[in-house]
């Protein structure tokens, strides 16, 4: 009897210490492994084109109003300031902002402040604005200002002079001779300004330059990476009246316009932002996985310490 | 004695006119001036940048340094851009002035310079961005450890953004009624307390504090009496 009981414990000693040596042998887990889970995770939802349902928050909602708000045949203008890189987390709420204010029947107004920011720009005027209001015309609704190298000097000098800043538009067209820019010189001739910003220069600078020089003159609103998103707090609701943050801000924007601005044809070019909730979802589910079992694997491995103590 | 003294007069009248012009309608003008200036110099500032770019990467390929192969690349791709995009290789005819040589759109698809932007430089920015997703996750594993009671409070944080930005958090969370008193353990509610609340005091003290920071500098660069921009020769 004695001897089986101390064989029996004996053996659960042996498991335990086996388990538990396993999960403290995870601490040295070849990252290859947790590359192909990240692969994994993010590829098969791509592939299943996992969908999920999103619930518009505040911000996407108040960034919606803004738009909704300014008298339909507004001046806008429209600040691309990122590139290719943050392409994925952008381009999505781009394209569901100048639907939008195309919808709304306003003029828009494009520029950048990033050297990259101009050809996105101009894809996003040839596959949503060209695509869905045709009936939009360079000129007279809508203007491609291009890029300026200045950063915040740009912004600023644009608070009183824009034609200093930008005498032609990015065809070479003279500003003056164009009627959508005819009698404006200055930042406070707009109803709405948008920037979608991947960092310096970007909204922040929007904040500091354009608002803190004319604070009431117009509605300013930005679309933001996740990871610069804490700078942009501070200044939401009050000098930003709206702020989508990341590929959920934009899927909720695209949400809210959509349901009231549907199009025909081409509607995954305003889904993108919802297309890529799947894999994120997934991802970070991977990630939290992947912390807890960093934790266990670490707690295992002191334990084992202990117990050969 | 000119080296150092016009320097510091350019920079002390550009700043005390910039300073006065926000508080002064009457020398907007100036400021205006004093702005365009800098445009224009931060448009020289790449002419530099690409002369440094060949300097150094000349030297490398030169003396056959370690990654020499990677400098000789960025030359190559830097002088491809240069001659695509000055000469206008491939670029269609402009139908405004379709007899004018070089009056074209250098940047459509069927021009070398936007073929390169649109099928190399996009997706390979692109792919090195996403390549952190990776990292992120094996750095994620290594080192987001429940040591002490700052880094607890750090990963349940991290747990509640990463949830809440995803439906998980509304599928875990969702079915408490959002008017109900337990309201606030719902994902969305936790997310927006630690965003709006939390973090957003810990930036305002950071911000305010950059200002100041900002401000003081820019008034010992403008009085001259941090002069540490200049050559030290």
């Not at chain 2, 002369?51 to 150094?56: K, S």
């Not at chain 2, 992120?136 to 040591?147: C, D, E, P, T």
Request: aromatic share 10%.
């Amino acid at each position: 009897m004695t001897n089986t009981s101390h064989s029996n414990h004996s053996s659960n000693a042996t498991q335990s210490s086996g388990i538990r040596g396993f999960l403290a042998g995870l601490s040295s887990l070849d990252r290859r492994w947790i590359f192909l889970g990240v692969a994994l995770a993010v590829g098969i939802p791509i592939l299943l084109k996992l969908s999920l349902p999103e619930v518009p928050g505040p911000m996407a909602r108040a960034t919606f109003n803004a738009i909704e708000k300014i008298p339909s045949g507004s001046r806008v203008l429209l600040a691309f300031d990122y590139d290719p890189a943050s392409q994925g987390e952008l381009q999505p709420m781009a394209n569901a902002l100048v639907h939008h204010c195309a919808s709304r029947g306003h003029n828009i107004v494009f520029m950048a402040l990033w050297p990259l920011g101009k050809q996105l720009a101009d894809k996003t005027i040839k596959d949503v604005l060209k695509e869905f209001h045709p009936e939009y015309v360079e000129g007279t609704n809508y203007v491609q200002l291009g890029f300026k190298t200045g950063n915040e000097g740009v912004i600023k000098l644009m608070t009183t002079a824009i034609t200093e800043q930008y005498p032609n538009d990015a065809s070479g067209a003279a500003l003056t001779d164009i009627p959508l820019m005819s009698g404006v010189n200055k930042l406070s001739e707009f109803k709405l300004i948008g920037t979608i910003s991947a960092g310096y220069p970007g909204a922040k600078e929007w904040v500091q330059y354009a608002d803190g020089a004319s604070p009431e003159a117009f509605t300013l609103v930005a679309g933001s990476t996740g990871v610069q998103v804490s700078q942009l707090l501070p200044y939401y609701p009050k000098q930003l009246e709206g702020l989508l943050v990341a590929v959920k801000g934009a899927a909720e924007y695209e949400m809210l316009v959509t349901e009231k601005y549907p199009v025909a044809r081409h509607q995954g070019r305003l889904e993108e932002g919802r297309r890529r909730m799947g894999p994120q979802l997934v991802a970070h589910l991977l990630v939290i996985g992947l912390i807890v079992l960093g934790n266990v694997a670490m707690i295992a491995a002191r334990g084992a310490k202990g117990g050969a103590r | 004695m000119l080296k150092r003294t016009i320097p510091i007069l350019i920079l002390a009248t550009s700043g005390a006119i910039l300073v006065v012009a926000y508080f002064s309608p009457f020398t907007t003008n100036w400021s205006e001036v004093v702005l365009m200036w800098f445009n224009i110099l931060a448009a020289v500032a790449y002419v530099l940048g690409a002369g440094n770019l060949l300097a150094v990467n000349l030297e490398k390929v030169s003396s056959r340094r370690a990654g020499w192969a990677y400098a000789l690349i960025t030359l190559v791709a830097f002088a491809s851009m240069l001659t695509f995009g000055l000469f206008k290789i491939g670029g269609v005819p402009s139908e405004a002035h379709p007899d004018v040589p070089y009056a074209g759109d250098y940047e459509s698809t069927q021009s070398a310079f936007g073929w390169v932007y649109e099928y190399m430089l996009s997706p390979l920015t692109a792919t090195m961005f996403a390549l952190l997703a990776f990292y992120v996750a094996s750095a994620a594993f290594r080192a987001f450890r429940a040591k002490n009671l700052e880094s607890i409070l750090l990963l349940g944080t991290a747990f509640i953004i990463l949830l809440a930005q995803t439906a998980a958090g509304m599928f875990l969370t969702g079915w408490i009624p959002a008017d109900s008193v337990f309201a606030f353990l719902r994902f969305d509610s936790l997310r927006i307390a630690i965003t709006e609340y939390i973090q957003t005091a810990g930036m305002r003290a950071i911000t305010i504090g950059i200002a100041i920071g900002i401000a003081a500098t820019s008034l010992r660069l403008i009085l001259g009496v941090d002069r540490s921009y200049l050559s030290k020769q």
